[in-house]
T-cell receptor, first 111, second 114 residues
Framework: QKEVEQNSGPLSVPEGAIASLNCTYS??????FFWYRQYSGKSPELIMS????GDKEDGRFTAQLNKASQYVSLLIRDSQPSDSATYLC???????????FGKGTMLLVSP | DGGITQSPKYLFRKEGQNVTLSCEQN?????MYWYRQDPGQGLRLIYY???????QKGDIAEGYSVSREKKESFPLTVTSAQKNPTAFYLC??????FGTGELFFGEGSRLTVL
């Protein structure tokens, strides 16, 4: 059973702070990792993808992957109220075309 | 613009009725997926298709059926056998049969059973 675990939150941070979202996965041969943002009532939209160990930065977002620890995280710098949403971690498995999603972490950024 | 179109956005069904949710993509993607999302829950895979005329059951296929007669289209039928069909349904596609890239999502269809 391939599992993806996330803290459900909510994670509350003040505007301008760094938000740190974490995700662990059970399948050691997982190969692709994604962070999606989902606003209430809307469909998920891709924020970041990461495929190799280390950090990947895109604007205010940084994804971090540690395959040895089976851990992937998303850092949001200078958090804005518009970042308030649920963040879904998704993992793609070697040899399969499907993605497994975590249940998501709700982020609340207060002005 | 390329994308995925789901219809209808909102659908109400009486108990015992079958309903079909439409999903059309013009991204030329090989693989297509149907996910279900319940409040406060992540996405659970219903069915997926990696190529025309072939599809596979996901984790929660019971009470659902699909077809893949064209590359662009992957409709989902929610049958009367699905005991708790009220949910948000998301269609997605991905490049390549065994692609490693992201899923692209449609805007979703919200089904409510009266």
């Amino acid at each position: 059973q391939k599992e993806v675990e996330q803290n459900s939150g909510p994670l509350s941070v003040p505007e301008g702070a760094i938000a740190s979202l974490n995700c662990t996965y059970s399948d050691r041969v997982s190969q692709s990792f994604f962070w999606y943002r989902q606003y209430s009532g809307k469909s998920p939209e891709l924020i970041m993808s990461i495929y190799s160990n280390g950090d990947k930065e895109d604007g205010r977002f940084t994804a971090q992957l540690n395959k040895a620890s089976q851990y992937v995280s998303l850092l949001i710098r200078d958090s804005q109220p518009s970042d308030s949403a649920t963040y879904l971690c998704a993992v793609s498995h070697s040899g399969y075309s499907t993605l497994t999603f975590g249940k998501g972490t709700m982020l609340l950024v207060s002005p | 613009d390329g994308g995925i179109t789901q219809s209808p956005k909102y659908l109400f069904r009486k108990e015992g009725q079958n309903v079909t949710l439409s999903c059309e993509q013009n991204l030329n993607h090989d693989a297509m997926y149907w996910y279900r999302q319940d409040p406060g829950q992540g996405l659970r895979l219903i069915y997926y298709s990696q190529i025309v005329n072939d599809f596979q059951k996901g984790d929660i296929a019971e009470g659902y059926s699909v077809s893949r007669e064209k590359k662009e289209s992957f409709p989902l039928t929610v049958t009367s056998a699905q005991k708790n069909p009220t949910a948000f349904y998301l269609c997605a596609s991905r490049e390549g049969q065994f692609g490693t890239g992201e899923l692209f999502f449609g805007e979703g269809s919200r089904l409510t059973v009266l």
